[in-house]
Nanobody, 116 residues
Framework: QVQLVESGGGLVQAGGSLRLSCAAS????????MGWYRQAPGKQRELVAI???????DYGDSVQGRFTISRDNAKNTVYLQMNSLNPEDTAVYYC??????????WGQGTQVTVTS
């Protein structure tokens, strides 16, 4: 099992920045990709960014060019630097990690609220 704990969410004005962190613990030796999804009220959960062990990265279309994902494998931590935030970025942000046997682990989520 893998446990994921997010931190860094909060309230920010439009145009501002936030940095999210997600620390993994437990059977971290099996981890492959780590990244972030988000879910706004009344909407489906959507990909924000995800990074594989080899370094390949995928970003959701709506955050491309504004958000940057990074990873510290020694600390089993993934980060999400969010710049130029706008109210449409308001959502609960979930950390996700994939492990052995196509297993998927989710964090509890952290709220990001962007005011206009």
């Amino acid at each position: 099992q893998v446990q994921l704990v997010e931190s860094g969410g909060g309230l920010v004005q439009a145009g501002g920045s936030l940095r999210l962190s997600c620390a993994a613990s437990g059977s971290t030796f099996s981890l492959n990709a780590m990244g972030w999804y988000r879910q706004a009220p009344g909407k489906q959960r959507e990909l924000v960014a995800i990074m594989a062990n080899g370094g390949s990265i995928d970003y959701g279309d709506s955050v491309q060019g504004r958000f940057t994902i990074s990873r510290d494998n020694a600390k089993n931590t993934v980060y999400l630097q969010m710049n130029s935030l706008n109210p449409e970025d308001t959502a609960v942000y979930y950390c996700v990690a994939s492990g052995a046997g196509a297993s998927t682990f989710w964090g509890q989520g952290t709220q990001v609220t962007v005011t206009s």
